[in-house]
């Protein structure tokens, strides 16, 4: 089945601006390629923690994070190709109630790093239905811009545990890189949450 997400009425960059427009203190991780782009595109900011690789593993760290910090809310940011290879940390963030974590996947149905292949959701797999059956209650998907006027709140300040699947239309944007050394990341991000002091 081809995928028509290049008619997905939802940008990518768009949503993200408004999702992160007067973020505040959350702490934001943001997936491998076009996720740590769209993060950055809307502002770079030193509690954002933008991934270079590790597929698979973002809502992983998102679960970390959410657990080492239960009083702040924590966002992760990924696509589709990411959460598709991380489906078990769905069921791991649901079984832990993590009431502080928000998983926010931006679904284009295609592995943009890689040669824009189709991945499994232009063939039916339904990402919020995934995590509904792993035991997120708030599980929805995104698909008009109603629908993500009245998923915004949400996204932003919870309450507890949530998912949102976002469809977006499958398109080339340009690059807007995050800083590449890992280290650099890692200790700007610590001292932006723990304080100078602390690293």
Known sequence: MPSTASEFLLRRREVVGKLLHDRGDRLVIGGLGSTAWDITAAGDHDL??????AMGGTVAIGIGLATAQP??????VTGDGDMLMGMGSLATAARQNLKNLTVCVFDNEHYGETGMQTTHTASGTNLAAIAAGCGFANSRQVETEDQLTEALPLLRDGPGLQFVCIKVRAEKLAFVLPPKDGVFLKTRFRRALLGADVV
Do not use: H, I, N, Q
């Open 48 to 53: 954002s923690f933008p991934l270079w690789g």
């Open 71 to 76: 009083d702040r809310r924590v966002l992760v």
